[in-house]
């Protein structure tokens, strides 16, 4: 029987494209599944889940929460706002309270890159990287490409540009990392200040000229300014970067080729992407977060059935 070739998902760059190819597969079976009337699978009866959100979320706690709920696995939510981490409790011995309560799995978002890994190396149980800082989302970068092969039939030689604020980017490094393990060609795009010194180092195309990038693309993924991951202004103001990064019908339809438009949410309409766009059938948007859910049931179906009990 095929299985992952990891007992985590801490990130992208530890997959290989035969993990990716079987999320893929088992995503397509539930994606079925998540289709019918009844839209559950007594799978995970046996496997207890918590969620450790230390970062505000919206698509991706729901996301899993649901993606647990229809595997049937019995699910606890923990949220740091509204925890004892409040009054000092270390990361370590949070996790470990929760798991003296019997969980098998742990998804986490944290605003420290690196943080699952660490974590991985000190609690028994199998982690879950829901993002770590500006470092992975390793399971946005899968339902993104799973989303494009959706779209265009195959990953494999498409050119895809990610357009933004790739410098405090997770879902910029899942997505190059996913994408070149999967045959496309990589671009990234944006204002000097916003793109990592290290990043021709990874492999891909630099572009800082939209029209130029968004010409020589197949997808465009465009990503929202981080601003809360800044100390410092990385542009004048935002109506300049709207008029240099942002995409919108005129210039789509200036392109001699219909592209496809990608966004990981929160969308800020009117700045990276305008309404048109956003809610135009070129965008694939909502699919993406349909996506998600089946690309997260697959991916804890896998590492569930590597969990000896
Ligand atoms: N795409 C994404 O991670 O969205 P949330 O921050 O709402 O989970």
């Not at 000097?192 to 572009?207: A, F, N």
């Not at 998600?292 to 697959?298: D, E």
């Amino acid at each position: 029987m095929s299985e992952l070739s990891v007992n985590h998902l801490l990130g992208i760059k530890y997959l290989n494209t035969k993990d990716i190819q079987l999320i893929f597969e088992t995503a397509d079976h539930f994606k079925e599944v998540i289709n019918r009337p009844i839209k559950k699978v007594p799978s995970l009866r046996d496997i207890t889940i918590a969620n450790l959100f230390f970062e505000n979320s919206t698509r991706t706690k729901l996301s899993f929460e649901l993606a647990e709920k229809r595997l049937s696995a019995d699910v606890i939510n923990f949220s740091a706002s509204q925890s004892s981490v409040k009054k000092g409790e270390t990361l370590i011995d949070t996790v470990n309270n929760i798991l003296s309560m019997k969980v098998d799995m742990v998804v986490m978002r944290h605003p420290n890159p690196g943080a699952g890994v660490f974590l991985s190396q000190h609690v028994d149980a199998s982690i879950i990287n829901a993002g770590d800082g500006a470092h992975e989302h390793p399971t946005q970068a899968l339902l993104d490409s799973y989303s494009i092969r959706e779209r265009l039939g195959d990953v494999k030689g498409k050119n895809v540009v990610i357009v933004g604020d790739i410098l405090h980017s997770r879902v910029a490094l899942s997505n190059i990392y996913a994408l070149q393990l999967q045959g496309a060609n990589v671009m990234v795009c944006g204002p000097k200040t916003l793109l990592p010194k290290y990043i021709k180092d990874l492999g891909v195309k630099v572009e800082t000229d939209l029209l130029k990038a968004l010409n020589w693309c197949d997808v465009a993924n465009m990503l929202r300014v981080q601003n809360e991951r800044m100390d410092i202004s990385y542009f004048p103001s935002t109506r300049e970067y709207t008029q240099q990064y942002g995409v919108n019908k005129t210039l789509l339809n200036s392109l001699d080729k219909e592209i496809t438009i990608m966004h990981p949410g929160p969308i800020n309409r009117g700045v990276e992407i305008t309404s048109d766009v956003a809610d135009s059938d070129q965008a694939i948007i909502l699919d993406q977060v349909q996506n998600g859910v089946a690309i997260r049931m697959a991916v804890i179906y896998l590492l569930a059935s590597k969990i000896k009990h």
